[in-house]
């Protein structure tokens, strides 16, 4: 009789589990929940060893693109999880086409009121993955920051700069916005570093000790040449640029700092001034004059003869 007795307990909380449930289109009961909960993590787990297992793989394909491993394994994962959650919500609450179709307007209803930005996001992530504009690896600069690309997830791109501070930045951000990729397309790159000298010098001197400053520095090739151009006549300086090439672009600003080094001191050995802005103040009718301190003051007459 005891026995009876919990048997009867068991059947009723079989019952509870076991029992459907119906709200509008939708259908199930305690126990398809969690079997549709079950499949969805057994998705996610699914999808992120079939993505690195691809990964792994094709990196072994030395004449691939080192970014398209991570593109294909990206994409894979995405496949599996959707097609996971499709699953899951057909085992859990007896999902069909038409319950597919008020899901996806009420999920447009909502990025109506809210989720068009995370939906932008979405979609960018997208495009950074088909399109491949930046990849994985890539040299990017963004606005004032600048680092490796480190991983392209859905809504968002890791950024990680040379002080190995990760930067979260939006995938629209990405798209839409203006950044200077230093590993797209021609592995070359041209560096301009602007050099500013006063009145007076001796120009061929100056572009003599230029060219100089370049010899022998590394990751500068030679082929392009290097060169120098006469911008302008600026209001305190003549203005120079020294231009050359470099094929070792995520180290442009350590060339950049080796050669301005060499051009400080090639300067001051030739003698050629570096300018700074100077303003020059007329003083006319000796309202103002020096005290014994060197500070300007004004004369007491002047004063009395503006004030009458």
């Known amino acids: 009789m005891f026995l009876q007795g919990w048997q009867d307990v068991l059947a009723r909380i079989w019952y509870y589990l076991s029992h459907k449930y119906t709200i509008g289109n939708l259908e199930g009961s305690v ?10 993590a057994l998705a996610i787990l699914f999808s992120r060893t079939l993505s690195k297992l691809l990964q792994r793989r094709i990196a072994k394909r030395a004449y691939l693109d080192p970014g398209l491993h991570y593109t294909i394994g990206r994409l894979t994962q995405y496949l599996v999880i959707t097609l996971g959650l499709l699953v899951a919500l057909s085992f859990g609450v007896g ?11 009420a999920l447009s209803v ?27 690896g890539d040299r990017i600069t963004i606005g004032e920051d ?30 839409s916005q203006r950044l200077i990729n230093w590993s797209y397309g021609d592995p070359r ?8 000298v006063a009145y007076g010098s001796d120009i061929e001197l100056v572009t003599n000790t230029l060219l100089k400053a370049v010899e022998d520095v590394e990751n500068v090739l030679l082929d392009p040449v290097p060169k120098v151009q006469f ?3 600026g209001d305190w300086s003549l203005d120079f640029r020294l231009l050359l090439w470099t094929n070792r672009t995520r180290l442009h600003m350590q060339i950049r700092s080796d050669i301005n080094y060499r ?24 309202a103002l004059h ?5 500070r300007l003051v004004a004369d007491e007459k002047s004063v009395n003869e503006n004030v009458d």
Request: charged share 20%; hydrophobic share 50%.
């Open 146 to 175: 600048e680092g490796d690309v480190q991983s392209i997830n859905l809504r968002t791109t890791v950024v990680a700069t040379n002080d190995r501070i990760s930067i979260i930045v939006p995938n629209s951000k990405l798209v």
């Open 263 to 286: 051009i400080e001191r090639l300067f001051r050995q030739a003698g050629i001034e570096i300018p700074f802005p100077q303003t020059e103040l007329r003083l006319r009718g000796g």
């Open 231 to 233: 911008l302008k006549f």
């Open 290 to 294: 020096l005290d014994t301190g060197d």
């Open 189 to 196: 790159a041209r560096l301009a570093i602007p050099v500013s």
């Open 110 to 136: 909502g990025i109506g009121f809210g989720l068009q930005y995370i939906a932008a996001d979405i979609a960018s992530g997208f495009i950074l993955l088909f399109e491949r504009p930046v990849r994985v």
């Open 95 to 105: 999902l069909n086409l038409t319950s597919i179709a008020v899901l996806f307007t």
């Open 31 to 40: 126990t398809s929940l969690f079997g549709g909960a079950l499949i969805f």
